[in-house]
């Protein structure tokens, strides 16, 4: 009953915020989002998942489809409500998420399991994400749910079924799903090790989980091929190109293209210090920010590096624990999710998908560090305390929706409505969001080239034939990247409309002479 009324209640506070958010002009389709809605509309035209934005229609080989297939479903249902009806798809994914957390720590007293998915739902983090056009909450909706039934899969040949699919939905939401399979494995080699001789009999199952895994994962690969042509090979709809991305580039910035020992250990020195970071702001809103405040009031500023660091080894404990008792919760699904992330960037957005696993496992951490008895009174204080800083969370959420971007992202969107009135069909932006220009301009973009070789920026401008430009503010992309390629040229083009802080600038016909010195 507790448990009907809890998530009765954080799914009525959903869509309170819900509301909010929907009413806000803000709600536009840029960078990921703008990606997505943009190969939705490729799925539509074409049939396969396609970088409509750009010239020549190639097949978009970055992000895994299953996400822009679900927003085609909703432009094929809802096109006038398009904006609407994304973000009430993640909120049901969001809500889908808490429920299954419910189920997930079902080892826990029904107290914990209720103060915990509260926690869940208030988190700044999960209700910013709940709310917005982007695949992060539906994953974390999938990853969760596999968890939940792995488990059970060994003696279940339905749920061993149906965990197939979800690992298959999983992986074809993010690339980074494909560390599921970690979980999956563990459960193969802890069966090997008990039933070697019986093992292929004894788990049919598990082995039933691969082949659907495998099927579902390779079906959209075959289908693109024979769609697109051949020397167009779609690096298995967004896998190995991502995960290419990930263990040789790095984070985004590292723009060189290149990898050394050197670089691996910084990498790795760096992402750690922001996992033991990480890690206590997600249980506990603004935990950086108050802690600071007191220690340096007391000047006892290195307590707070004592404290993010016994959360971490109790989250770390936890995890070990789990893998010792051999207990299906998770513990090598995160460790490997964490490896790769490692690889490339520790972040709020992309840690908070182990929200559920994470508070399992400190929860394990306390107690087998303090004893059951103590262990419960300091997790239930310490979801207390969550609670609290989730109530501030909520309240910066709701400031947050008129921040001072938003200004940024009216003038952006002024400009591209001024293009669609007045370029032609056929002319060629480049914008530092090319999809999201195609989408509200209706004409082909190019983006800015992610390099500080400005040589290399007007290469990009003569080679795909750019007449327009446009130079915003709305991130640090464009002057990292475009403004001092612009600087450079400036006599070679002419700036034609401005919006604040945005401006679009023509190419000259005399810019193809001249780029080059």
């Not at 806000?24 to 970088?51: C, H």
């Not at 097949?59 to 609407?84: D, G, K, M, R, T």
């Not at 974390?140 to 749910?145: A, D, Q, R, T």
């Not at 040949?157 to 690992?167: F, T």
Request: hydrophobic share 50%; charged share 15%.
């Amino acid at each position: 009953m507790i448990g009907r009324i809890v998530l009765s209640t954080v799914l009525v506070f959903s869509f309170i915020y819900l509301g909010y958010n929907l009413m806000n002009e803000q709600n536009v389709f840029l960078a990921d989002s703008g990606v997505y809605a943009s190969v939705a509309r490729g799925i539509i035209k074409f049939g396969v998942p396609t970088d409509i934005y750009l010239p020549n229609n190639p097949p978009h080989i970055f992000y895994p489809p299953f996400f822009s297939y679900l927003w085609a479903i909703v432009l094929l249902i809802v096109p006038e409500f398009e904006h609407i009806a994304i973000r009430l798809l993640v909120l049901f994914f969001g809500s889908l998420t808490l429920l299954v957390t419910w189920f997930f720590l079902k080892d826990w007293n029904v107290y914990i399991r209720t103060l915990t998915v509260i926690n869940i739902a208030l988190n700044y983090y999960f209700l910013s994400l709940s709310t917005s056009p982007l695949s992060d909450i539906p994953y974390m909706f999938f990853s969760i749910l596999f968890i939940a039934l792995i488990k059970y899969a060994k003696t279940n040949r339905n749920v061993s079924i149906v965990s197939g699919v979800i690992l298959s939905f999983a992986t074809l939401t993010r690339s980074i799903g494909i560390t599921l399979l970690a979980e999956l494995f563990l459960l193969f080699l802890i069966c090997y090790a008990r039933e070697k001789k019986k093992f292929i009999k004894s788990n049919l199952n598990l082995i039933i989980i691969m082949v659907i895994f495998l099927s579902i994962n390779i079906i959209p690969t075959i289908y693109t091929q024979t769609n697109v042509t051949k020397n167009q090979f779609p690096n298995h709809m967004g896998l190995i190109h991502t995960y290419k991305e990930y263990f040789i580039y790095g984070e985004t910035l590292n723009i060189d293209n290149s990898i050394s020992l050197n670089k691996l250990i910084q990498r790795y020195k760096v992402n750690t210090f922001r996992l033991m970071s990480t890690v206590p702001t997600l249980f506990f809103y603004q935990y950086h920010e108050v802690l600071n405040n007191v220690f340096n009031f007391i000047g006892l500023s290195f307590l707070k590096k004592i404290i993010s660091l016994l959360i971490f080894l109790l989250v770390l404990i936890g995890i070990i624990q789990s893998l010792k008792e051999k207990v299906f919760n998770g513990a090598a699904y995160c460790l490997a999710y964490i490896f790769m992330l490692m690889n490339f960037e520790v972040a709020d957005r992309y840690m908070i998908v182990l929200l559920p696993l994470l508070y399992n496992f400190i929860f394990i951490g306390l107690s087998a560090s303090f004893g059951k008895r103590i262990g419960k009174i300091m997790i239930i204080s310490m979801l207390c305390i969550g609670l609290i800083s989730s109530s501030f969370g909520v309240i910066e959420f709701v400031k947050m929706q008129n921040n001072s971007n938003n200004n940024n992202t009216k003038s952006y969107l002024d400009v591209v409505l001024w293009l669609k009135n007045n370029a032609q069909k056929n002319e060629i932006v480049m914008t530092v969001y090319p999809e999201g220009n195609y989408l509200y301009s209706n004409l082909k973009s190019i983006g800015v080239p992610l390099t500080y070789n400005t040589t290399e920026v007007h290469k990009a401008i003569i080679n795909y034939n750019v007449t327009w430009i446009i130079e915003d503010s709305v991130n640090s992309f464009s002057e990292l990247f475009l403004t001092p390629a612009l600087k450079e040229k400036r006599e070679l083009i002419t700036q034609v409309y401005k919006k604040d802080n945005t401006t679009i600038y023509r190419v000259n016909n005399s810019f193809k002479n001249h780029a080059h010195p």
